[in-house]
């Protein structure tokens, strides 16, 4: 087969692109700067967006929803706010479209105020919740919004930086500043939790220096991923934004006290950026590599036949191994969708046997988990087993299993595990569900674990300014040293080595030393690094 | 307690206004014609999305996201669709805002050419059909895309008619005309399957007449419902394209003839006017009903209490029946949850007495199916228990239990049904969730029955146009009647009546008669009504 991905030691950022190509997970939109999620990427953030909902809803979250369009005089509200965010947005000034004189259409219905797509909530739902909050009786208000969100991003990167994006952007409010505080740090863990969890990517949390944070916080919160060529990634951003917000949008309540006071605000997301962060974080030369719990396939079945009786022998050993995989209603089930489309197009109703024979099977889908939608999938179209095999292997399919009719004599078959090649011969009657659940485990702690190790790998401790351009030069990595944040002391770091204090880490709190920069004491420890 | 809802009888456009906003469902945003959906409002949509998903990947579907911007000159590609989408909608025009001379904002950065924001998206969509459709391998394409969309609308109303909505929006594309028609009909079936089945509503499925069809479609197949108004709602509709948007955007493949051809595609959707559905085909005069599979809190329960003795009492019963109703590991999974917001503000770790006794305790939630999200809330708030009632009334949920000190003597408690306000004694040993379950597919089978017999009464039959005219005017309801679609009669016709064909009904298939407009025989039995 043509080599169709370069490898990452070549070419790292064509390698990226080549993954996302090969595995189908997006295309450039013919909007500039945009992207079209294809259904194996969207598929990533389906499953990204159920594990974390739970973890909302388990933190007392709720859903809600608010309009896309922003009136242009509630950016200049906040003064942070609008020189961070509302200069490069798409603008909305007209409702309605004419046809021109030659044939084409123009803009026509000019608005009176012109409107901006949300770059990010913060103004819109600063002023509903004006409207909903009175008295403390009234708060907490724990309110999360899955939408798509503008940013007129000039060089654009799929996935990791698009013009229009989809993310979660959590907004709450508070009576006391401490709790808005608690829950910044609570949402902060949550994501932590998920990164590691779900993603098997480990993660520093610590605290944004001042020329990192949101535009409009008191503070931002973020955690950092390491990706495989030694560059940052931030994955998660946690903002206490004290009452910035609730001043400019004036959200005010009855106190305890019988007195009129502002509430204290917070806001949090992650966004289809972390699809960019699970394939540098994982994948190899060979394609995409999915943590179990992040696959929506979690094994593909490839039969292997060359004449009808070995076929039918083939088939009827799968049929019995996903029998008891998936259950023979699902089994059932997965037939009976499939009946209607490709399958029953030329085979009728002779089976699957037929369907493989006459390259109308197409890839048939078995739920393996109804709570995650994850599927085993068997794949009946009639191409070289090989071709199968890469197929699924540039997804990033955990397992693999080819089923030929020496398998059927021996009573076993052998499953390849595509994140280290490892090859495992199970007794055909021993794959229940689970041993696969049990197999799928392991290689997400094993996953996790690689990750963490190449982390360990690439974090440096530097102790001067020299040390720390030549190590950021020379290795890439995390670089741990102490540092006073100075806002241009980072802006000439930046200029000089691309590096960015990623964050002061929580695993380094109430540690100082002396600045490796200024070379005063009682520096806290930073994290400096090239990101993306 | 002050009435806040208008009678149907009084105002039923109040009455409709006024149920969304005691139930909080959704409010009118600072956009002209846009709305917020709150929680309690995007819990429903949120119900609805889980089931047709399900539903959709049931029937081989899955999800992708497309652009939220089309480019101008996409619009213009089929011309009939044009005509239909093209002229009310949101331009972008500018992709950036600079400071004016007064200290606010302005439009700046023109664009080359203007973008549309999407009011429906075959034409994006076609465009990138054509780049991944080469061969008849690559098909059927059954892509389904969840998102918002916006249309500016003049007259708007919650739920039923916003600028902005959301919805979802089925593209398929298919290598003869044969399956399109099938993937057409397959939706409107799983559209109306789910209507009936989970918001309990009975619809009528069918075909649109020509002038009643989607702008750039062959035909145009809907589900019907009929409001308690007697106006009919479309609550669903799928368009069979034929090769129309395959020409206009030349998605060309090649065959297993071996010859260039276009394919042919269907589009489907339905959208958050569903909820205006559920609201108008349910509610009554004192709030919101909802049908028990779409509630997101299944049962409210309000302990009653006077002295702290009491109190010990009934919360240690209440306890009880909640460890029953969700098990025991939720009951303390929700107090975990609890404990960092509501209850430890000032209850520390005293329990939940101390916590309803100190106006600390809120509204604790506790998942009744993880499968859908559903809960079974204790009230804690320190209002009165007919206040708690009655809130809890308004927000439609299914059922309600008070529980006092009289019940934990008497070992049963009362369970107020809300549909029809009937109450049940049940034991308290009994309340188990099998129970429960039972009771709720109880209400949802009474409710469709309920609606599918208010249809019945209000569907009539007419041989004449004046008797058409004296049914619209005297009865409203679904009029049926022998007549031959035409544009000119049509419009004619709604000019007069108001009325549209809601359809031409499948279950009159191949029924004719004398059209009672025109006179002429061989007409189909179609469907008139006054429609949302």
Redesign the interface.
Known sequence: MAKNIKTRAEDYSQWYLDVIKAAQLA?Y???RG??????E???L??AIQRDLDRRF????H???????????????KEAQH?EGF?????????????KDDK?????A?ELEE????RPTSET?IG??YA?WIQSY?DL?VL?NQW??V?R?ELRTRLFLRTA?F?WQEGHTAHETAQEAQ?ETL?MLDVYAAFAEEFLALPVVKGRKTESEKFPGADATYAIEGLMQDGKALQAGTSHNLGQNFAKAFDIKFLGRDQKQQHVWTTSWGVSTRLIGALIMAHSDDDGLVLPPRVAPVVMAIVPIFKTPDELKKVMGAIREMLSSLVGNDEVQ?AWD??A???INQSASTQGWEAAAEKDSGGVVPFFFD??T?QQIVLDL?SMRPGEKQYYWEQRGVPFRMEVGPRDVDAGSVVIKRRFDRAKESVEASKLTPGHLRTELADVQRLMFQKAAEHRQANTHRVDSYDALKATLAEKGGFVRCFFHPDRQAEAKIKEETKATVRCIPFDAQGKTGKCMYCGKDGAPEVIFAVAY
């Open positions: 295309d939109a013919p909007v945009c992207m079209v999620i294809r259904p990427g969207f598929a953030w389906e809803k388990e933190t007392g709720v859903n809600a929803y608010f309009p896309l369009l922003i009136p242009m005089n509630f950016l200049a609008v509302a200069m490069e947005c798409a603008v909305v000034t007209h409702h309605r479209l004419e044939g084409g259409l123009k803009a219905g012109p409107f901006v797509i819109v002023h509903m409207q009786r907490p309110i939408c798509n503008m007129w229009e989809l608690e609570r089930s969708r499939s209607g489309r490709q109804r709570t939608d179209r």
